[in-house]
């Protein structure tokens, strides 16, 4: 098996190899792949080095195995020799003309998305790859990050489940690709036989993407991973061996926090927008390339299956050019549409637009004199990129906090090093094909904590806007920085809907007791959304959410590992913020919209969401707020009714005794051609606090008066409700008296 090395592609040495002249860029590989198809690098590096100048910042090299070990250590690192590289690998994506579909020097396909490949690279091919004919660009697949009650209410989502058209998301997937899910929540449970145990799971399919590979991938195109099905997961849970959990804790179960807001099922305590979703999670390795593989995953699932989806992704990176070009954004937005660019019907995808909006990470101006940008470090290695105009060129100076310096002239890579730090600094004469412009890029090595390093940009034949970005908001952050353009990819893709984030909450009682966070006021933006606008200038983000603070469900694994002030008590729910948050109450509506019409396409599910969009007091710019605040029922009630011929008949449901007192008996009949149909029962709140799937054309069930998660209900009044594919019965209204 291959082991996947988190790293940033430089080192120190760079600046001894002599990388200088302009034959060395091969114009079809990113800045990174053309320091690593150099034999320079690879003849003045060994993996040891590479090891040694890690940021956790790019899934970069993938090394075979030594002596059949699964895992290499340093120490087994350190006795490869230099250039010992034969067989390293590089995960990429690849953009070929006219949908390649042949082999290519060097590369393992694993996934297919129109003209974008995605796949393994042998380090020693790169440039064979690159030269190949049909081959356009190659991009070096790049991590992507985690974007980290009251909310639900807030954006109506309650009132579209019980409005004129009834919709809690029945017949839709929503799709989560994130840290997993942890199965063994009650809101990820179902009780299928009615006796008051939930013995099943709602989650349909999962792909978990590092598991060792098994086959079962390969049906859907892919050749790593294992996928389960549902009969295989609720094997698993009967034996109370789930297969897969979101149990990393520096993720403190970020997958299962965002799919309880899309979809938890309620069955603890709090629903999610669109409770009677499908799921389909995909518990990634955080990579571009296999993001995208996961979004197809999710699509193929629902094609199976003949049902609408919408994914959500509370992930991103701020490496790319940020205008909708990159590989990555380019293979996420060709899943939305066919062969020949036209949008398909029943597919969305929904991204967080980042947290960014208060860090600096982004400098940017029209440079037509001699420029000077401070960098502050705040990691050992930082990494910088700059685009610009293809008309534009600049000599690009790197100075040293000590005074050293270096100046790469278009064409150049070149290379310092210094007491401070080292630089890598590479300025290319040609345009980049994704987009036709230019990226500069720096990387700083083994750079002295809050270290100050000055970038300087001197225009040559012609000035023209420069835009900055560093890519991890961790590593460091301009002196002159702004939250503007801080959108991160791929919510800078063009055909999927970009989240914001508002607060919601600021107070909440915690397993600590009251907790309140003051620098957050309730209806105003929150502090970290990024802003917008996109490089090539779209407003950006689509719709604004709720995103601080959240309460939805707490994996039990990493629980333990959760403060206290985060957790609420009873141990099911814990709070979090970040435009992560935002982004599935965004999908959960995306679902509410599908399950009326299934025919509605991304681009009809943004406008809804973005007509309907509530603006208040708090909302102003479209570059901060887009459309304004999430409102799910307005935008349900917004789609147009159907023109459909009157059913011949409707689901009915009765209740043979009322009220009850021990136990409600009800006898159903479901229309021909019914292919699902459930039981709801819903307390005066509007929280669904009992479902029952049905079976066969018609029956009678018994309710024991307990709830999902088995607690007895109290004496009072209940609405129940029987909703199918084929529509929903009238509501019944149902009195416990004991």
Known sequence: MLHRLWGLVLVLVLATVGLGAAESHTSRLDPVLQALSSPEFRTAVSPKQLVETIALAWDGVRLPPLHLQEEITPAQLSVLPIGDWEDAQVGVLVLTHNEYAGPLPGFQVQGRHGPVLTGLADVMSLRDLAGHPVVAFVEAARPVAPRLDVSVAEIRADQAWTGPRETTGQGVIVGIVDTGIDLLHPDFRIDRTGDGQPEGTRVLALWDQGQSYDGSAFGYGFNYGRVYTRSQLESALAAANPPSRDDTPGHGGHGTHVAGIAAGGGAAGLSGVAPDAELVIVKTTFSTDRVVDAVEFVFQVASERGLPAVVNLSLGTHSGPHDGTSLFDRGISQLLVDNQQRN??????????????DKKIHVGAGVHTTTTWDLEARASTVEVELWHDGEASFAVTVSAPGGESVTAQPGQTVGLNTPSGNVYLDN????????????????????????????????????????????????????????????????????????GAYTTKNTWQSADGPHTQDNYTVGALAPFSSRGPTRDGRP?????????????????????HVSGWLRLPGGDYRMQAGTSMSAPHVAGA???????????????????????ARKDQHTGSVNRWGAGKLDAAAAVEL?????????????????????????????????????????????????????????????????????????MVGNGLYLVVLVTDQGASEIQRLVIHR
């Open 590 to 612: 995306a679902a509410l919209l599908l399950s009326v019409e299934e025919s509605l396409d991304w681009e009809d599910i943004a406008e809804a969401l973005r007509e309907s």
């Open 639 to 711: 789609l147009p009714d159907k023109v459909l011929p009157p059913p011949e008949e409707k689901p009915q449901l009765e209740l043979l005794q009322n009220p009850v007192n021990t136990e409600a008996p009800m006898r159903y009949h479901l229309p021909e051609g019914t292919h699902r149909g459930r039981i709801h029962v819903y307390d005066l709140t509007g929280r669904r606090i009992f479902t029952r799937e049905v079976t066969g054309q018609h029956g009678d069930i018994q309710w024991g008066l307990h709830t999902d998660w088995n607690r």
């Open 344 to 357: 398909i019907p029943g597919r969305a995808v929904v991204v967080a637009a980042g947290n960014e909006g």
């Open 428 to 499: 290319p004469l040609g345009r980049d094909p994704r987009n036709n412009d230019k990226e500069i890029y720096l990387a700083l090595s083994n750079a002295a904590q809050h270290s100050q390093w000055a970038i300087t940009l001197d225009p040559l034949a012609q000035g023209g806007r420069v835009d900055a970005w560093v890519t991890r908001e961790q590593a460091g952050r301009f002196v002159q920085g702004d939250s503007t353009f801080t959108i991160s990819e791929p919510a800078t893709a063009h055909r999927v809907i970009a989240v």
């Open 540 to 560: 950006k983000p689509d719709v604004t959410a709720p995103g601080a603070w959240i309460a939805a469900p707490l994996s039990s694994p990493v629980e333990g």
